[in-house]
């Protein structure tokens, strides 16, 4: 882009002209900004605004689907990135890796390989703008700086999306399942559970069970403390 040209009246942008260069070939493309959206990204971007031309940009139907589409590409490629760290606190074969999940690992695993996907449940889970809320946590987690509660809830949230991407991110529904065990519930409701893909089916969990042996319920009163967060 060589020239950029704009036709003032009274302070207000009424036209802007770009003319786009090519040396090799002495080719020049003239384009004249058709609506209020395109002018005022082309101006913010000029005026290195990056957060007007942005909101700009993202309002233009013609930009809508392509903006939507490839933050969604970007959210998929962090999803299979971490589904592939071998120190995924999510992976969980045996009652030794599912002992050392915490949500506080979890919160700080999600911010630095998922922060697009959390951002965007941040958004709905925690109070300010959203341009604050993303802000934050792409600077980095700090886990005792967020409420419990919103850290649980933004945790449950992406590990359910998480397990229904790839079934071996499945320690927050074994942990789920194991608590409830402990509690007392019926079969019959831990299956409904499952179902509403919220924790592991009965079969799985008494299996887990059975891995724990005698430290079950030493384990199960360390996950408990953890949701007692909630409640200070």
Request: charged share 25%.
């Amino acid at each position: 882009m060589q020239i950029i040209t704009a036709t003032i009246n009274l302070f207000v942008i009424i036209q802007i002209r770009f003319f786009i260069g090519y040396p090799k070939s002495g080719k020049v493309e003239e384009h004249v900004c058709k609506d209020a959206l395109e002018r005022k990204a082309v101006k913010n971007i000029a005026l290195n605004n990056p957060g007007a031309a942005a909101a700009a940009l993202s309002n233009m139907d013609s930009l809508k689907e392509n903006i939507f589409a490839e933050t969604t590409k970007r959210v998929l490629k962090e999803v299979v990135n971490f589904s592939k760290k071998p120190n995924c606190v999510l992976k969980t074969n045996s009652a030794n890796s599912l002992s050392n999940l915490s949500n506080a690992e979890l919160y700080r695993q999600l911010c630095e390989e998922c922060p697009h996907l959390i951002c965007f449940l941040a958004a709905v889970c925690k109070s300010g703008k959203p341009k604050l809320v993303g802000k934050n946590i792409l600077k980095g987690p700090n886990v005792f700086d967020e409420k419990p509660e919103t850290r649980n809830a933004l945790c449950a949230a992406a590990c359910i999306c998480l397990k229904q991407y790839n079934q071996k991110l499945s320690a927050f529904h074994y942990r789920n399942g194991l608590l409830l065990l402990h509690g007392g519930v019926k079969a019959a409701t831990l299956q409904r559970c499952y179902h509403l893909g919220i924790a592991m089916s009965h079969k799985s969990s008494i299996r887990m069970q059975e891995k724990f042996g005698d430290d079950f319920d030493a384990k199960v009163v360390s996950w408990t403390e953890q949701t007692r967060e909630t409640e200070k």
